[in-house]
T-cell receptor, first 110, second 117 residues
Framework: TQLLEQSPQFLSIQEGENLTVYCNSS?????LQWYRQEPGEGPVLLVT?????EVKKLKRLTFQFGDARKDSSLHITAAQPGDTGLYLCFGTGGSYIPTFGRGTSLIVHP | GAVVSQHPSRVICKSGTSVKIECRSLDFQATTMFWYRQFPKQSLMLMAT?????????EQGVEKDKFLINHASLTLSTLTVTSAHPEDSSFYIC?????????????FGPGTRLLVL
């Protein structure tokens, strides 16, 4: 059983649409990070959230950490083709090994 | 920021040969380095965790004699895929953290694409 459940696994949308990616767990995390990865490259850190209820914005991306620090979401407004990539959530904290969610493969069509 | 490099970026080898991949932290000292494996369109799977000067801790199902990890200094870890076979073909990614705790931020390298013929 994966510690972090990420959904949806695949998302194919048109330019200008909004989307939300979810990352859920039954465990509490000290912090949760979101990464974006392009084919053939390593993951690039987008944001780290550490406080329950925290909301962070990065241009058209909005990240939210759940009050209980068990879940997080990534919302993209008016998606652009340049947003295409694999989005990964990554939880750290506690006595377990930091772990990645299974990833969300996003394709934004022009 | 913290920069992690990997070398080579891609490698093609014949079945039965060994391949060494280097992971370097360029502007910080990495107490802990992690090695991940990633198949196409899938997430990263942790293979092993290595701390400088000690033996690596391998995840369940990862053969330690197959994937040799050396973390000889605070800026360098190496992964050697021994007697590589086509099923070892994958994208290998390392990460490095300054501290040894589970809450430390990991900084990822750009990955190494291995193709075994």
């Amino acid at each position: 059983t994966q510690l972090l459940e990420q959904s949806p696994q695949f998302l194919s949308i048109q330019e200008g649409e909004n989307l939300t990616v979810y990352c859920n767990s039954s465990s509490v995390f000290s912090s949760l990070q979101w990464y974006r990865q392009e084919p053939g490259e390593g993951p690039v850190l987008l944001v780290t959230v550490v406080t329950g209820g925290e909301v962070k914005k990065l241009k058209r991306l909005t990240f939210q950490f759940g009050d209980a620090r068990k879940d997080s979401s990534l919302h993209i407004t008016a998606a652009q083709p340049g947003d295409t990539g694999l989005y990964l959530c990554f939880g750290t904290g506690g006595s377990y090994i930091p772990t990645f969610g299974r990833g969300t493969s996003l394709i934004v069509h022009p | 920021g913290a920069v992690v490099s990997q070398h080579p970026s891609r490698v093609i080898c014949k079945s039965g040969t060994s391949v060494k991949i280097e992971c370097r932290s360029l502007d910080f000292q990495a107490t802990t380095m992690f090695w991940y494996r990633q198949f196409p369109k899938q997430s990263l799977m942790l293979m092993a965790t290595s701390n400088e000067g000690s033996k690596a801790t391998y995840e369940q199902g990862v053969e330690k004699d197959k994937f040799l990890i050396n973390h000889a200094s605070l800026t360098l870890s190496t992964l050697t895929v021994t007697s590589a076979h086509p099923e070892d073909s994958s994208f290998y990614i390392c990460s490095a953290s300054r501290g040894g705790g589970t809450q430390e931020t990991q900084y990822f390298g750009p990955g190494t694409r291995l193709l075994v013929l």
